[in-house]
């Protein structure tokens, strides 16, 4: 990958955007959503800005990532969770590193308690059951609900298992389908005897709704997107919520082509590098202060500003209170939404980690 190109991660900013998550959802707790890589912004250095925060739930996609993380050191007052799995996963190293479960069947759940009934039985899997409220990814359905909850209860009673939470995936695209989910979220809670529910983490929000709503924050919010400054699309910007983007993309010129007016710069990155294809319209950089349209091909990108010379850096994309596109303004000019566009981001370009502390 060309050294003239590089990604900035601006830890500042990302701790300032888990204040104004945080303080808009209190008392509701945050679980900070890394996926697997932080949304391409490096899971370490996120994670690490995160706990030093106090943050006390992290949220990974597969627990191989959340089994790094804890033999990176993480300590076991930082709970992990996990709720994407293989059919045939075996669970017992993602139980003795203290990851915690989704669990959305019974025949799950008895694969969990069959792969983990080894030597660490000191370390119980922790269980969160997801109940599908309409989304469809994942989830016991209505009518299969009771049954899983009876089924960890059981295993729960039986010290095979911790049951430790409730927890649903929303849309996010509508109000009133969100409404709904909410609701059958709640009658699902119902299914759980009082006694051990109220010690259960309830879950569902995600960023969207974690901060339009109230009525969706439960104990706990699950935040990638909005930690990292990234709008939920549709003309919405950063500032507009009061967030900062974390990540801002920049090159150098390395050729200039053509003559006087018609002078395009080069940039050494492309689609092949993970940039969606672009010559559409809206898709502009910065340099200097100054917007110019650019075009994306396979490894160049093209940047119609006749003032660029070799050397010069332009912002791709980046923060509105520097005069810079964001990464909104680029997934609307893509056609996609800002996740999408720094998830594709080639790993083999460098991320450089800004840190004032
Ligand atoms: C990705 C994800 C989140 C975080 O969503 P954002 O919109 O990025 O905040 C929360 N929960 C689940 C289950 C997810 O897959």
């Known amino acids: ?89 075996n669970y017992g190293p993602a139980a003795a590193a203290r990851v915690e479960l989704g669990v959305s069947s019974v025949e799950q759940l008895r694969r969990i308690v069959s792969t983990t009934d080894g030597p660490r039985r000191d370390v119980l899997p922790r269980i969160h059951a997801k109940i599908d409220t309409g989304l469809g990814r994942a989830g016991a359905r209505a009518e299969d609900w009771p049954a899983l909850v009876r089924a960890i209860e059981a295993e729960a009673r039986a010290g095979r298992v911790e049951f430790v939470g409730l927890w649903t995936h929303i849309a996010e695209a509508s109000d009133e389908e969100d409404s709904v989910s909410i609701a059958a979220f709640e009658r699902a809670a119902l299914e759980v005897a009082p006694e051990r529910r109220a010690d259960l983490v309830h879950h569902l929000a995600a960023s969207a709704a974690s901060f339009s709503r109230a009525d969706s924050r439960f104990d706990l919010v699950r935040v990638g997107a909005f930690g990292y400054g990234i709008a939920p699309g549709g003309g919405v910007s950063p500032a507009s919520l ?56 396979l490894t160049e990108t093209l940047v119609r500003d006749a003032d660029l010379r070799v050397g010069d850096v332009v912002t791709l994309f980046g923060r509105e209170d520097r005069g810079e596109a964001t990464l909104q303004e680029w997934a609307d000019a893509l056609g996609t939404i800002g996740e999408e566009i720094v998830v594709r981001l080639s790993s083999r370009i460098e991320r450089r980690v800004i840190d004032g502390g």
Do not use: C, Q
């Not at 150098?252 to 990155?269: S, T």
């Not at 910065?286 to 091909?297: D, E, K």
């Open 1 to 89: 990958m060309s050294v003239d190109v590089w990604a900035e991660v601006d830890l500042d900013a990302y701790r300032a955007n888990l204040l104004r998550v945080r303080s808009r959802v209190a008392p509701a707790e945050i679980m900070v959503v890394v996926k697997n890589d932080a949304y391409g912004h490096g899971i370490r250095p996120i994670v690490g800005a995160a706990v030093a925060e106090g943050v006390r739930f992290v949220g990974v996609l597969d627990p191989g990532v959340g089994i790094e993380l804890r033999a990176s050191g993480l300590p076991e007052s930082v709970r992990l969770f996990a709720w994407l799995f293989a059919a045939d996963e």
């Open 242 to 297: 009061g967030l900062i983007p974390v990540m801002s993309l920049h090159a150098r010129v390395v050729a200039v082509e053509g003559e006087g007016d018609d002078a395009v710069a080069v940039l050494p990155i492309g689609t092949a590098d993970g940039l969606l294809p672009g010559d559409v319209e809206g898709l502009e950089a910065a340099s200097g202060g100054r917007r110019a349209v650019v075009s994306i091909g």
